[in-house]
């Protein structure tokens, strides 16, 4: 496959027309042939372009409730598939969407862009070798004012914050730590129907690991993440640098006073996305975001969600 082929289910999407696009436009072996935007409740243009000929992949940012049974349309068509987080609202359908993949031999990538940026992969390397000692915490913010009351993010089409943004704040744990979690807690705030607007929490991951997170809809925007260890703390200046190529620091602060800084050209973790998407197709590289770690992941949501209520 000299040139991926693409097509896009929802391209209406924010995050398609503003992160996603640009880099298919910019790499030369990757090309959208196909977009589709349903109107109304008429979703036949998904469904013509599921069976086209002419794609390789399909890229799905629909509304979370949709990701599932596109996911199974896109997979029967023969398409492999690189769709949003989260795969679906709850683990048991991320289990079903990764299963049913499989079962028609088409690769399904949760598009997690947080681990193809350099400096993601530096920290983990980093954490790993020792360079803060043992790792105790994990603390991550993610917060925004979402605004708008209609937004499908905020109701049953996409079941609220936690689903939304927990991943920026449990992934980079549940990458460092490699293992299945131990336990976790949760207290939320919810709307009328029952919505999470803001959880915040933690997840035990063992041997004296635990990560801590704040997740909003309705608070000014932050977004951090410290990782604490028994010889240093771990910090990153301009936590999300989302689409942008940059240099961006890792800064760790020691017992003694002494601070180290490390530059990282963090790169477009989009970009990295799209083209390691494209090897594990080819077969030529392992997902650094897999079917287990989003399983994973969607069990610890669910049980943040029961904890919380």
Not at 85 to 104: G, Q, S
């Amino acid at each position: 496959m000299t040139v991926m082929r693409w097509g896009v289910l929802g391209a209406s999407s924010r995050i398609y027309r503003k992160a996603l696009l640009p880099v298919f436009e910019e790499l030369p072996d990757h090309e959208v042939v196909a977009e589709a935007r349903r109107a109304g409740d008429d979703e036949s243009p998904y469904a013509e372009l599921v069976r086209r000929d002419d794609v390789d992949a399909v890229y799905i940012p629909l509304p979370n409730h949709l990701h599932l049974p596109w996911i199974e349309r896109a997979v029967e068509a023969g398409k492999h598939v690189l769709c949003e987080k989260p795969i679906a609202l709850d683990a048991a359908d991320v289990e079903r969407a990764f299963e049913v993949a499989a079962a028609h031999d088409r690769h399904l990538i949760e598009a997690y862009m947080w681990p193809h940026h350099a400096r993601s992969q530096r920290m983990l390397e980093l954490i790993h070798d020792g360079a803060i000692g043992q790792p105790r915490f994990l603390n991550g913010t993610f917060t925004y004012q979402l605004g708008d009351p209609g937004d499908h993010r905020a109701d049953g089409r996409g079941g609220g914050v936690v689903l939304d943004v927990g991943i920026y704040c449990i992934g980079p744990a549940l990458l460092l730590a490699g293992r299945e979690p131990v336990g976790w807690s949760a207290a939320a705030v919810r709307d009328h129907a029952g919505i999470d607007r803001a959880m915040t929490g933690w997840v035990d991951w063992g041997k004296g690991f635990i990560g801590n997170f704040e997740v909003c809809f309705e608070a000014p925007g932050r977004t951090t993440l410290e990782v604490v260890g028994t010889d240093g703390i771990m910090t990153f200046p301009d936590y999300f640098p989302s689409g942008r190529d940059a240099v961006l620091p890792i800064v760790i602060d020691r017992h003694d006073g002494t601070q180290q800084v490390e530059q990282v050209a963090d790169g477009n973790g989009y970009r990295g996305m799209v083209q390691q998407f494209a090897a594990v197709v080819r077969g030529e590289a392992e997902p650094l975001f897999n079917a287990e770690h989003s399983l994973r992941l969607a069990k610890i949501l669910d049980g943040l969600h029961a904890a919380s209520r």
